[in-house]
Protein backbone atom coordinates (compact mmCIF):
# COMPACT_ATOMS: atom_id res chain seq x y z
CA UNK A 1 0.00 0.00 0.00
CA UNK A 2 1.56 3.33 -1.14
CA UNK A 3 1.38 5.74 1.88
CA UNK A 4 2.24 10.09 1.13
CA UNK A 5 3.04 11.80 3.96
CA UNK A 6 3.92 15.54 4.04
CA UNK A 7 4.97 17.70 6.51
CA UNK A 8 6.58 21.14 7.48
CA UNK A 9 3.66 23.45 7.27
CA UNK A 10 2.89 26.28 9.81
CA UNK A 11 1.58 29.47 10.38
CA UNK A 12 3.81 32.39 9.14
CA UNK A 13 4.69 35.63 8.17
CA UNK A 14 4.68 37.47 5.33
CA UNK A 15 8.42 37.10 4.31
CA UNK A 16 9.60 33.88 5.94
CA UNK A 17 10.78 30.61 4.91
CA UNK A 18 9.42 27.41 4.74
CA UNK A 19 10.31 23.96 3.80
CA UNK A 20 7.62 20.99 3.09
CA UNK A 21 8.72 17.49 3.05
CA UNK A 22 6.56 14.36 1.13
CA UNK A 23 7.93 10.61 1.92
CA UNK A 24 6.51 7.96 -0.41
CA UNK A 25 6.82 4.77 1.57
CA UNK A 26 5.13 1.46 -0.08
CA UNK A 27 6.54 2.19 -3.85
CA UNK A 28 9.86 0.68 -4.92
CA UNK A 29 10.35 2.24 -7.85
CA UNK A 30 10.34 5.82 -6.55
CA UNK A 31 12.86 6.93 -8.71
CA UNK A 32 11.02 5.79 -11.46
CA UNK A 33 7.67 8.85 -10.93
CA UNK A 34 7.28 12.52 -11.27
CA UNK A 35 6.42 14.57 -8.42
CA UNK A 36 4.01 17.02 -8.16
CA UNK A 37 3.18 20.03 -5.31
CA UNK A 38 -0.09 21.35 -5.61
CA UNK A 39 -1.91 23.45 -3.22
CA UNK A 40 -5.76 24.01 -2.89
CA UNK A 41 -7.30 26.88 -0.98
CA UNK A 42 -10.69 26.64 0.77
CA UNK A 43 -13.87 26.26 -1.34
CA UNK A 44 -12.07 24.79 -4.32
CA UNK A 45 -12.54 21.54 -5.42
CA UNK A 46 -9.63 18.66 -5.69
CA UNK A 47 -9.63 19.16 -9.54
CA UNK A 48 -9.40 22.72 -8.65
CA UNK A 49 -6.01 22.28 -6.89
CA UNK A 50 -3.37 24.55 -8.46
CA UNK A 51 -0.16 22.66 -9.77
CA UNK A 52 2.78 24.80 -7.82
CA UNK A 53 5.77 22.68 -8.99
CA UNK A 54 6.93 19.30 -10.24
CA UNK A 55 10.18 17.49 -11.00
CA UNK A 56 10.64 14.63 -12.97
CA UNK A 57 11.87 11.29 -11.73
CA UNK A 58 15.62 12.03 -12.08
CA UNK A 59 15.80 15.51 -10.28
CA UNK A 60 16.90 17.31 -13.72
CA UNK A 61 13.82 18.54 -15.25
CA UNK A 62 11.68 21.35 -13.21
CA UNK A 63 8.26 23.05 -13.79
CA UNK A 64 7.00 26.20 -11.76
CA UNK A 65 3.90 28.27 -12.15
CA UNK A 66 4.49 31.83 -12.55
CA UNK A 67 3.36 33.28 -9.19
CA UNK A 68 6.27 31.38 -7.09
CA UNK A 69 9.01 31.26 -9.77
CA UNK A 70 12.33 32.59 -7.96
CA UNK A 71 10.63 31.99 -4.57
CA UNK A 72 10.10 27.95 -4.62
CA UNK A 73 12.33 25.44 -5.30
CA UNK A 74 11.56 21.98 -5.59
CA UNK A 75 14.00 18.94 -5.08
CA UNK A 76 14.05 14.94 -4.22
CA UNK A 77 16.20 12.59 -3.00
CA UNK A 78 16.07 9.53 -4.15
CA UNK A 79 17.76 7.21 -1.65
CA UNK A 80 15.01 8.73 0.90
CA UNK A 81 11.72 8.22 -1.42
CA UNK A 82 11.29 12.25 -0.71
CA UNK A 83 10.76 15.26 -2.42
CA UNK A 84 10.95 19.03 -0.75
CA UNK A 85 9.24 22.52 -1.61
CA UNK A 86 11.62 25.24 -0.24
CA UNK A 87 9.82 28.26 0.31
CA UNK A 88 11.05 31.30 0.21
CA UNK A 89 9.14 35.49 0.96
CA UNK A 90 6.43 33.83 1.70
CA UNK A 91 3.05 36.03 0.32
CA UNK A 92 -0.24 36.22 2.12
CA UNK A 93 -1.48 34.55 -1.38
CA UNK A 94 0.55 31.30 -0.79
CA UNK A 95 -1.45 30.41 1.99
CA UNK A 96 -3.70 27.05 1.32
CA UNK A 97 -3.17 23.26 2.00
CA UNK A 98 -0.07 21.61 0.08
CA UNK A 99 -0.49 18.59 -1.36
CA UNK A 100 2.09 15.99 -2.80
CA UNK A 101 1.40 13.91 -6.00
CA UNK A 102 3.12 11.04 -7.27
CA UNK A 103 2.94 10.22 -11.51
CA UNK A 104 3.98 8.10 -13.28
CA UNK A 105 3.91 10.85 -16.58
CA UNK A 106 4.41 14.29 -14.64
CA UNK A 107 2.24 16.83 -15.69
CA UNK A 108 0.06 20.16 -14.20
CA UNK A 109 -3.42 18.74 -13.97
CA UNK A 110 -4.46 16.47 -10.96
CA UNK A 111 -5.61 13.99 -13.15
CA UNK A 112 -2.45 12.27 -13.60
CA UNK A 113 -1.07 11.42 -9.93
CA UNK A 114 -2.66 8.52 -8.66
CA UNK A 115 -1.13 9.14 -5.26
CA UNK A 116 -1.84 11.60 -2.76
CA UNK A 117 -1.23 13.03 0.85
CA UNK A 118 -3.37 14.42 3.17
CA UNK A 119 -1.66 17.49 2.44
CA UNK A 120 -0.41 20.20 5.28
CA UNK A 121 -1.52 23.64 5.63
CA UNK A 122 0.70 26.66 4.87
CA UNK A 123 -0.97 29.46 6.51
CA UNK A 124 0.67 33.00 5.51
CA UNK A 125 -0.38 35.83 7.81
CA UNK A 126 0.67 39.57 6.61
Known amino acids: QVQVEESGGGLVQAGDSVMLSCVVS?????????MGWFRQVPGKEREEREC???????????YYTDSVKGRFTISRDNAKNTVYLQMNNLKPEDTAVYYCGVSPFGGTTTDVYVDWGRGTLVNVSS
Open 26 to 34: GRRTFDKYA
Open 52 to 62: VATINYSGDTT
